[in-house]
């Protein structure tokens, strides 16, 4: 799971102005927002770069989540 919808919330920043920056298309992108398909690690670190934080921050934990 990542948090690239949450972190362009807290930027100010819509889901089409990313992905014109990663030269991906707005449905492409609205999959990686709501989790119905996830960015390769590439896509992600540029993600990341554009957004100016550390690429962790996109990801959810998934330490501690043992069922």
Same mark, same amino acid.
């Given at each position: 799971? +990542?948090?690239?919808?949450? %972190?362009? $919330? !807290?930027?100010?920043? &819509?889901? $089409?102005?990313?992905?014109? #920056?990663?030269? #991906? &298309? /707005?449905?492409?992108?609205?999959? /990686?927002? +709501?989790?119905?398909?996830?960015?390769?690690?590439? $896509?992600?670190?540029?993600?990341?770069?554009?957004?100016?934080?550390? %690429?962790? !921050?996109?990801? !959810?934990?998934?330490?501690?989540?043992? +069922?």
């Amino acid at each position: 799971m +990542n948090r690239i919808k949450e %972190i362009l $919330t !807290e930027q100010g920043r &819509s889901q $089409t102005w990313l992905a014109g #920056k990663i030269g #991906k &298309s /707005y449905v492409v992108v609205t999959n /990686y927002c +709501n989790n119905k398909s996830q960015p390769s690690l590439p $896509t992600l670190k540029k993600i990341a770069d554009i957004l100016d934080i550390d %690429i962790r !921050e996109l990801l !959810e934990s998934t330490k501690g989540n043992k +069922n």
